[in-house]
């Protein structure tokens, strides 16, 4: 795949360059907790000030339109300064843009405070494409929404791709057409959002290790309790996936039982029962399968992460960790167990990506690839 990369444009000098960036971090109160995507664009953005560009920088952070980039501002000062504007357009910020040096670096307030981007406002789009002269998307992570400022802006400037989304687009695609034993890995809680992948890779994989809610669903199908675990909220036609002889559910389970947690096996679930993980005995089972593997694909955790059922995708971090496999992994709970372990160099690659991440794989291209892509500028 062919898409139009910043880091083949040198002559920036003096020009702005815009820069859609994934700046969705979690947060503990005003401070970043998690830098794995910030980290991540700093090279892009580095790149550009060596290259004498004046960087404008927009993204957005939470589901709350009225949520500040402020944190953001105070992490990214801490690497080079930057100035703070609250609005894309007005004296102010009229004023400023004159003034800027190449090098200098600037950060702009929540996109999603104005409704226009998210509705892919054609208007907002020209609006924040007169800022600049170039535009860069950064931001792999929302690149399958299409929100203005990752598919409109493209119609009317020179764009590319940054550093590291040319990188999520390289490491992913590789995926596409893996070295057998190829182990697919799926968690979480959405098995709609996750059967495109199951489908695109069914006749691919070799293995299909299903864990989380999905797993539940699973169970439903096979008549056993699941008590009060979460479901998908729209449950799909399993019935081809579980013919393969492919798929490998929890032989264990992890439930909470009025205060107490306790480990059985799926045909022992009590009607009030929560299931929370994968239990010790199914981390066993698939540890000789990931030691075979030559390709690995995870995305989405064995158990309900947030709720602290962590000990079953932690064990599976470690023992994919320890393979000598190519290993492709992405969603938040899954990086986070990652983090928790401080196993990032057991990965071939960590993908920004969630959402994103699991449509490339299924459709292989994104809204914002096409983008750039149709560009007629560049």
Same mark, same amino acid.
């Not at 927009?58 to 000062?77: F, K, S």
């Not at 994919?320 to 190519?326: F, G, K, L, N, T």
């Given at each position: 795949?062919?898409?139009?990369?910043? *880091?083949?444009? &040198?002559?920036?000098?003096?020009?702005?360059?815009?820069?859609?960036?994934?700046?969705?971090?979690?947060?503990?109160?005003?401070? @970043?907790?998690?830098?794995?995507?910030?980290?991540?664009?700093?090279?892009?953005?580095?790149?550009?000030?060596?290259?004498?560009?004046?960087?404008?920088?927009?993204?957005?952070? +939470?589901?709350?339109?009225?949520?500040?980039?402020?944190?953001?501002?105070?992490?990214?000062?801490?690497?080079?300064? @930057?100035?703070?504007?609250?609005? &894309?357009?007005? %004296? *102010?910020?009229?004023?400023?843009?004159?003034?800027?040096?190449?090098?200098?670096?600037?950060?702009?307030?929540?996109?999603?405070? =104005?409704?226009?981007?998210?509705?892919?406002?054609?208007?907002?789009?020209?609006?924040?494409?007169?800022?600049?002269?170039?535009? @860069?998307? %950064?931001?792999?992570?929302?690149?399958?929404?299409?929100?203005?400022?990752?598919?409109?802006? /493209?119609?009317?400037?020179?764009?590319?791709?940054?550093?590291?989304?040319? *990188?999520?687009?390289?490491?992913?695609?590789?995926?596409?057409?893996?070295?057998?034993?190829?182990?697919?890995? !799926? +968690?979480? /809680?959405? &098995?709609?959002?996750?059967?495109?992948?199951?489908?695109?890779?069914?006749?691919?994989?070799?293995?299909?290790?299903?864990?989380?809610?999905?797993?539940?669903?699973?169970?439903?199908?096979?008549?056993?309790?699941?008590?009060?675990?979460?479901?998908?909220?729209?449950?799909?036609? #399993?019935? $081809?996936?579980?013919?393969?002889?492919?798929?490998?559910?929890?032989?264990?389970?992890?439930?909470?039982?009025?205060?107490?947690?306790?480990?059985?096996?799926?045909?022992?679930?009590?009607?009030?029962?929560?299931?929370?993980?994968?239990?010790?005995?199914?981390?066993? *089972?698939?540890?000789?399968?990931?030691?075979?593997?030559?390709?690995?694909?995870?995305?989405?955790?064995?158990?309900?992460? $947030? %709720?602290? &059922?962590? %000990?079953?995708? !932690?064990?599976?971090?470690?023992?994919?960790? $320890?393979?000598?496999?190519?290993?492709?992994?992405? +969603? +938040?709970?899954?990086?986070?167990?990652?983090?928790?372990? =401080?196993?990032?160099?057991?990965?071939?690659?960590?993908?920004?990506?969630?959402?994103? #991440?699991?449509?490339?794989?299924?459709? $292989?291209?994104?809204?914002?690839?096409?983008?750039?892509?149709?560009?007629?500028?560049?």
């Amino acid at each position: 795949m062919t898409i139009p990369s910043i *880091e083949t444009v &040198f002559n920036l000098s003096g020009k702005r360059v815009l820069v859609r960036c994934s700046f969705n971090v979690p947060l503990l109160g005003k401070d @970043v907790v998690d830098d794995f995507r910030l980290k991540k664009i700093l090279p892009t953005i580095q790149l550009l000030r060596d290259r004498g560009a004046k960087v404008l920088l927009m993204g957005h952070i +939470g589901r709350d339109p009225v949520a500040t980039l402020a944190p953001i501002n105070d992490y990214l000062n801490k690497q080079f300064p @930057v100035t703070f504007l609250k609005s &894309f357009k007005g %004296e *102010e910020t009229t004023s400023y843009l004159k003034t800027m040096r190449d090098g200098d670096v600037v950060l702009f307030e929540n996109l999603r405070r =104005d409704p226009r981007e998210a509705a892919n406002d054609s208007e907002f789009a020209k609006e924040l494409a007169s800022l600049a002269d170039i535009y @860069v998307n %950064e931001a792999f992570t929302v690149s399958h929404r299409e929100h203005a400022s990752i598919v409109g802006v /493209a119609k009317h400037v020179p764009s590319y791709a940054g550093i590291r989304f040319s *990188e999520e687009v390289a490491a992913l695609s590789k995926t596409l057409d893996p070295e057998s034993p190829f182990v697919l890995v !799926l +968690g979480g /809680a959405k &098995f709609d959002t996750k059967w495109p992948l199951i489908q695109k890779f069914i006749d691919i994989a070799d293995q299909i290790v299903i864990g989380g809610a999905l797993a539940n669903d699973i169970f439903v199908k096979q008549g056993f309790e699941v008590g009060t675990s979460l479901l998908s909220e729209n449950p799909v036609d #399993m019935d $081809e996936l579980l013919m393969t002889g492919k798929v490998h559910i929890p032989k264990d389970v992890v439930v909470r039982r009025g205060g107490q947690i306790l480990t059985t096996t799926p045909d022992k679930v009590l009607q009030n029962d929560y299931i929370g993980d994968a239990g010790p005995e199914t981390i066993k *089972e698939l540890a000789p399968i990931m030691s075979k593997a030559k390709t690995i694909l995870w995305n989405g955790p064995l158990g309900n992460y $947030e %709720e602290k &059922f962590k %000990e079953g995708t !932690l064990g599976l971090a470690r023992i994919i960790s $320890e393979s000598d496999a190519v290993s492709v992994v992405g +969603g +938040g709970d899954t990086l986070a167990a990652i983090q928790e372990l =401080d196993l990032h160099n057991g990965f071939t690659f960590i993908s920004t990506g969630g959402g994103a #991440m699991l449509q490339f794989l299924a459709d $292989e291209t994104l809204p914002g690839i096409r983008a750039l892509q149709d560009n007629h500028l560049t």
